[in-house]
């Protein structure tokens, strides 16, 4: 059976992943307040003390740390993270090693490592909704990775599927778009960008 992987942002076209397809795996990510119906794998790529500070309340659309610890603690499936976390029953370490020496440092997103792993485990399908970096301020940062690593994807001979709704693009030759810190991993660099709306809260 050929294996495919859907990966599932927060973007309206998650409501087209194809949960009820038991052929597909669902990887999922994200401390925002939303349901999906099935999932096979999570991503955490943060640190817990970047998150700690990050997610500093309840809100209608985002979990706080304590109600985010505990939910990812509830999940019976694997849990990817920096590393292995004693208090999270089912954290597995990512692979940053083996993705770092496989495609560059071109890791700007939680979706470029989902499918970066995707590719090391030589799935035959890939397909990307609730996925669309469109916002000027933060996304543009992470778009040119992720579309990367579609490109190379599809070299590889991976099919790739993306909603009609998707703007996304697959390009037939992709360029390495290195990135000055890695996204979670750079959490203490003055130039993790990730974290600033966090700090100007904090100033406040």
């Avoid at 076209?13 to 939303?34: C, H, K, N, Q, V």
């Avoid at 590719?119 to 579309?147: A, F, M, N």
Wanted: contains cysteine.
């Amino acid at each position: 059976m050929r294996r495919k992987v859907a990966i599932v942002g927060g973007a309206h076209t998650r409501r087209l992943a194809p949960y009820d397809d038991e052929t597909w795996e669902i990887w999922a990510f994200a401390s925002l307040r939303l349901k999906t119906p099935r999932i096979t794998r999570w991503f955490e790529m943060h640190a817990l003390e970047d998150l700690r500070t990050q997610l500093v309340r309840d809100t209608v659309k985002r979990m706080s740390y304590e109600s985010y610890m505990a939910f990812l603690k509830s999940l019976d499936v694997p849990v990817y993270m920096q590393q292995v976390h004693p208090e999270i029953p089912n954290s597995v370490r990512y692979p940053l090693e083996e993705a770092l020496a496989a495609f560059g440092r071109c890791f700007g997103s939680t979706v470029s490592y989902m499918l970066a792993l995707a590719i090391l485990e030589k799935v035959d399908t890939i397909g990307v909704w609730g996925v669309h970096l469109t916002h000027k301020s933060v996304y543009r940062r992470q778009r040119p990775g992720v579309e990367y690593l579609l490109g190379v994807a599809r070299q590889r001979g991976i099919e790739v599927v993306l909603p009609r709704a998707c703007p996304l693009r697959v390009p037939k030759k992709p360029v390495l778009p290195h990135v000055d810190v890695l996204y979670g991993y750079d959490w203490m660099s003055p130039k993790a960008w990730w974290r600033r709306k966090g700090r100007t809260r904090r100033k406040r």
